[in-house]
């Protein structure tokens, strides 16, 4: 059974730094684009940012080029996202996401399994 | 950048057909992808590559799309069918995913 968990979110000032992770199970993880997408409080899907299975192509939203970074360590079946220079409109629920299907670029492939989503809060 | 557009809401009977529209520039041209949200829950695929729906999904949900309209509907819809639903595309013009504003179906 495919689970992804994800951590790390909590209360942090403007300007400040968090990295979220998320621990993924029941699949080859380093075969696996993955995706991390978010959501403000009351408001839609968000799309953040992609990782090729290999780690050796990353995607981001504009919104967050620059300031966060997106990684991935397959020998510990684990996503990370590190978010620095956070501003109050990065306050959302993030949720990390798998791509269906086994591609080299995550390009049109839909997101089959999600996680339950950490809630990153950016506030003085 | 590409751009989705959803409605807001759709409201419908029970028992009746929703659609669900996502409109984008030649949107037929591109794999759309269909989400359904239910309040507090993460989000879960309905149907992908524009009309395939994944194992557990009600037959009940379909996906068309051409030239300028992706749609998304629910037959003999129920109760349990309310909830937000969002369109998803790349854009490989910019290299991102784009989702759709959502629509929060209302089962009358």
């Known amino acids: 059974e495919v689970q992804l968990l994800e951590s790390g979110g909590g209360l942090v000032q403007p300007g400040g730094s968090l990295r979220l992770s998320c621990a993924a199970s029941?699949?080859?993880?380093?075969?696996?684009?993955m995706s991390w997408v978010r959501q403000a409080p009351g408001k839609g899907l968000e799309w953040v940012s992609a990782?090729?299975?290999?780690?050796?192509?990353?995607y981001y939203a504009d919104s967050v080029k620059g300031r966060f970074t997106i990684s991935r360590d397959n020998s510990k079946n684990t996503l990370y996202l590190q978010m620095n220079s956070l501003r109050a409109e990065d306050t959302a629920v993030y949720y990390c996401a798998k791509y269906k299907d086994i591609v080299v670029v995550p390009a049109a492939i839909p997101l089959d399994y999600w996680g339950q989503g950490t809630l990153v809060t950016v506030s003085s | 950048s590409y751009v989705l557009t959803q409605p807001p809401s759709v409201s419908v009977a029970p028992g009746k057909t929703a659609r669900i529209t996502c409109g984008g520039n030649?949107?037929?041209?591109?794999?759309v992808h269909w989400y359904q949200q239910k309040p507090g829950q993460a989000p879960v695929l309905v149907i992908y590559?524009?009309?395939d729906r994944p194992s557990g999904i009600p037959e009940r949900f379909s996906g068309s799309n051409s030239g300028n309209t992706a749609t998304l509907t629910i037959s003999r819809v129920e109760a349990g069918d309310e909830a937000d639903y969002y369109c998803?595309?790349?854009?490989?013009?910019?290299?991102?995913?784009?989702f759709g504003g959502g629509t929060k179906l209302t089962v009358l």
């Open positions: 990782i090729s299975g290999s780690g050796g192509s990353t």
């Open positions: 998803q595309v790349w854009d490989s013009s910019s290299d991102h995913e784009v």
């Open positions: 590559y524009d009309s």
């Open positions: 030649n949107i037929g041209s591109k794999s």
């Open positions: 029941g699949f080859t993880f380093s075969s696996y684009a």
